[in-house]
């Protein structure tokens, strides 16, 4: 029997990324509701914030849950989370958001979440 996840959880980071595409937070929730759109995820709001000198934090509410990002445009970093259930494709988020932002560098971690055992399945 076969163990399954209730959820993907993918961190994303990326280095070397122009500066100005990381300070932008209206442009950085533009870039994470279509991420969400690529991974077929249901957008139920966003929420963004600017940082002063700089960076930025956005969150993007999913019915699938969310995908997050915070920015260092001082050091030419984001880290993002896409975590997703369901029939999503958070890959083709990570795709849409690396095409986007075109890092020098990047790493990709997959985390399946809620690791459900067949027995732990049936409600009794």
């Known amino acids: 029997m076969k163990t399954e ?3 993907t959880h993918v ?3 990326l280095w ?9 937070a209206k442009a950085l929730e533009a870039g994470l509701i279509d991420a969400a759109r690529a991974a077929r995820c249901e957008v139920l709001g966003a929420l963004h914030h600017q940082f002063h000198p700089h960076g930025a934090s956005v969150v993007v509410l999913v019915a699938e849950s969310h995908l997050s990002i915070h920015t260092w445009p001082e050091h030419e970093y984001a880290a993002i989370d896409i975590l997703t259930c369901g029939q ?3 890959e083709a988020g990570v795709a849409s958001l690396i095409e986007r932002f075109r890092p ?3 790493s ?4 399946a979440r809620g690791l459900i055992e067949p027995a732990m399945r049936q409600i009794p």
């Open 5 to 7: 996840a209730l959820a």
């Open 11 to 13: 961190l994303l980071e």
């Open 16 to 24: 070397g990324v122009e500066t100005s595409l990381l300070n932008d």
């Open 88 to 90: 999503t494709l958070p």
């Open 104 to 106: 020098q560098r990047h």
């Open 108 to 111: 990709i971690q997959r985390i």
